[in-house]
């Protein structure tokens, strides 16, 4: 909901009151904005897991026209447009009854065989414009309402062979999955992949061939990803936390190779007394001063303001030095 400020209130009544707005126009653009919520199949996925698959689909957007531009030798545009969820009975029911339908399925640790399936349909203009690339055409397309041939299946099945493991590439990044391809069907009546009154989750990518436009759409249970979902999300704290710890680590070795190279003072104490002033002012050479310390007691060696070592001094190669004897 849009909080206005009272000078836009103001002003829309100002507009109302003069007729320069009409108050049915604006009760007509509040209702477009309303959207009907099903509560009998509410929604099972966030903005945030939808916008991750998206980014996945974006990907394999990228591969498929890269992979379907070196096989037809032509520049395939390839685009990832929308997501959503909905029955499986709907996206079923929106196909024609002759389809260019890819069956296959999505293997991951821990996957189950019933709802890992994944449906891929070409549009019929995309379809025939592949086909015709194929078969030595300039990939037009061809406006042709008709099934298609065995001959055309055969080589939308090598084509499907193909664009299957692409998207096992782009969850990589993600989660290892495996994505392999099963069978091809052409009779969209036919296909008893998964149930109807299963929620799916439904991406659709834009594809263009020279003038030629049209869809690529890519069905599979909400089961299915959200199972794959929950593991990425396990999986990405498991390695959160050992890069946390790693990164822990490394600052903990760079600070104390910083600490290593730094320069500090060290000071031996001999020992310590109190005089006064006006005895230092009439010092002379060859007084004696007398310490707290007997000889024969360990020399304290300081590091800063603190004492690290004791040990004794002495000479070694015509220079002062001093022999640690004990670590405090």
């Known amino acids: 909901m849009e909080v206005l400020t009272q000078s836009q209130i103001d002003d829309l009544l100002n507009s109302l009151t003069s007729g320069a707005m009409d108050i049915e126009t604006v009760t007509e653009e509040a209702t477009r904005k309303v959207k009907e919520y099903d509560f009998r199949s509410p929604k099972r996925f966030t903005k945030e897991q939808l916008k991750l698959v998206t980014s996945v ?144 989750v439904i991406l659709i990518l834009d594809c263009a061939i020279k003038d030629v436009t049209g869809t690529i759409s890519i069905c599979f249970p909400a089961v299915c990803l959200e199972e794959m979902l929950k593991k990425i999300d396990s999986q990405y704290m498991r390695n959160l936390r050992r890069i946390n710890s790693a990164g822990d680590k490394e600052r903990r070795e760079l600070v104390m190779q910083y600490l290593s190279e730094s320069e500090l003072e060290l000071r031996c104490v001999i020992g310590s007394t109190q005089v006064t002033l006006g005895d230092i002012m009439y010092l002379n050479v060859g007084d004696v001063l007398r310490l707290d310390k007997p000889i024969t007691e360990p020399v304290d060696l300081n590091v800063g303001e603190s004492v690290w070592f004791h040990g004794k001094i002495g000479v070694l190669r015509n220079k002062k030095a001093f022999q640690v004897l004990e670590v405090l």
């Not at 997501?83 to 024609?96: K, V, W």
């Not at 782009?170 to 391809?181: K, L, P, Q, R």
């Open 57 to 200: 689909y974006e990907n394999y957007s990228r591969l498929l026209s890269s992979y379907l531009t070196g096989m037809l030798r032509l520049y395939v545009s390839v685009e990832c447009v929308h997501i959503e969820e909905q029955r499986y009975s709907e996206f079923n029911n929106a196909l024609p009854d002759s389809v260019m339908v890819g069956l296959g399925e999505m293997r991951y640790p821990g996957s189950s065989e019933e709802n890992n399936t994944i449906i891929m349909d070409f549009s019929r203009p995309i379809a025939f414009a592949i086909i015709e690339r194929l078969l030595g055409g300039t990939g037009d397309g061809l406006e042709l309402d008709r099934d298609f041939t065995e001959i055309e299946t055969s080589l939308m099945d090598s084509v499907f062979k193909g664009i299957f493991p692409q998207m096992a590439d782009s969850w990589a990044n993600y989660f290892e999955v495996d994505t392999v391809y099963r069978k091809l069907e052409t009779n969209s009546r036919l296909m008893q992949a998964i149930s109807s009154d299963e929620t799916v």
